[in-house]
């Protein structure tokens, strides 16, 4: 019982923190939910704190939609939003124009892009009717996918120890560590800096030139 309350607790932290405004950059809330997945060993532990993590996450885009109807436009000069790439945010804002609330449900499965999706719908004024089961809907596919994967992992753990076979435990624990790479990964290009924000001479390598009028 301990384990699905700390479990559903952390999950609902982590995957807050991961759907908020700016903390999806600084909580790995993926590897989180991985890790916590791992620790479930039934079915109704699973189903416990997956409800958790999936209202962590919905909560999270209520958040960030709330935030941007409140503000709107003068979202775009925070520096929270400078940090995960001004031309991200207008690209969210742009897409949630343009498909609603299929964007915030599609945007769930992407780092980074999670985060600013649910700003965007709020500052394109959304209705929430559209948004509210696009985000619960998003939230319960992500946790289906990392918790899922944390539990597939955990299960197969159990069968590696309880079979003492040291070549499939070394090749279980090199597939996570690959997974969670890969997601560092992603996330990493997800945040890399945007180029209309660098200085001139930092843009494509290359350095400008200052010529003197008149000469």
Do not use: Q
């Amino acid at each position: 019982m301990r384990v699905i309350v700390w479990g559903a607790v952390s999950g609902f932290v982590l995957a807050f923190a991961e759907s908020g405004l700016g903390l999806g950059v600084v909580v790995p809330g993926e590897t989180g939910i991985i890790m916590i997945g791992a620790t479930l060993r039934d079915p109704w532990s699973a189903a416990v704190v997956g409800c958790a993590v999936t209202l962590g996450a919905a909560a999270g885009d209520h958040l960030g939609y709330l935030i941007g109807r409140r503000y709107g436009g003068r979202i775009r000069s925070w520096r929270s939003v400078g940090r995960l790439g001004i031309a991200k945010y207008d690209r969210a804002v742009e897409l949630v124009r343009r498909r609603g609330g299929t964007a915030v449900l599609l945007s769930r499965l992407v780092p980074v892009v999670l985060t600013l999706t649910p700003v965007a719908a709020g500052v394109a004024h959304l209705p929430y009717r559209r948004f509210a089961p696009a985000s619960l809907a998003g939230s319960a596919a992500w946790t289906s996918v990392y918790l899922g994967a944390g539990s597939g992992a955990g299960a197969a753990w159990t069968a590696v120890a309880e079979s003492w076979n040291p070549l499939a435990g070394t090749a279980l624990v090199l597939v996570v560590v690959v997974l969670v790479l890969a997601i560092r990964r992603v996330r990493r290009g997800a945040t890399a800096p945007d180029p209309t924000r660098l200085p001139a001479k930092h843009r494509s390598g290359r350095t400008t030139t200052r010529v003197a009028s008149g000469r």
